[in-house]
């Protein structure tokens, strides 16, 4: 079993920054791609980064590049999301999650999910 607790979230002004981290239980972090996803209430949750294995490779959705950095520590089995330049549209419940096959912006492409970790943007 797999287990992914998201930390890191709060409430910030516009313009600030904020890293978000994850961290994975078990042995075997470094064999999966890893994942960030964000649902604002009453949306559906969406994509907003994805990490390869050893973190050479990044995504990212359209409107987080250049604001937004994904990275990964294999040792520590962990995997961050730096926010910076924050917007009030990025206010959401953020979600890791493991990827295991497919597209990296699709849901169903991740296997298991955090619990979730608040992120709030006044403006």
């Known amino acids: 079993q797999v287990q992914l607790v998201e930390s890191g979230g709060g409430l910030v002004q516009a313009g600030d920054s904020l890293r978000l981290s994850c961290a994975a239980s078990?042995?075997?972090?470094?064999?999966?791609?890893m994942g960030w996803f964000r649902q604002a209430p009453g949306k559906e949750r969406e994509f907003v980064a994805a990490?390869?294995?050893?973190?050479?490779?990044?995504y990212y959705t359209d409107s987080v590049k250049g604001r937004f950095t994904i990275s990964r520590d294999n040792a520590k089995n962990t995997v961050y999301l730096q926010m910076n330049s924050l917007k009030p549209e990025d206010t959401a419940v953020y979600y890791c999650?493991?990827?295991?096959?497919?597209?990296?912006?699709?849901?169903?492409?991740?296997?298991?999910w955090g619990q979730g970790t608040q992120v709030t943007v006044s403006s």
């Open positions: 999650a493991r990827h295991y096959g497919g597209r990296y912006d699709y849901t169903t492409s991740y296997d298991y």
């Open positions: 990490i390869s294995l050893s973190g050479r490779n990044t």
């Open positions: 078990g042995r075997t972090f470094s064999n999966y791609a």
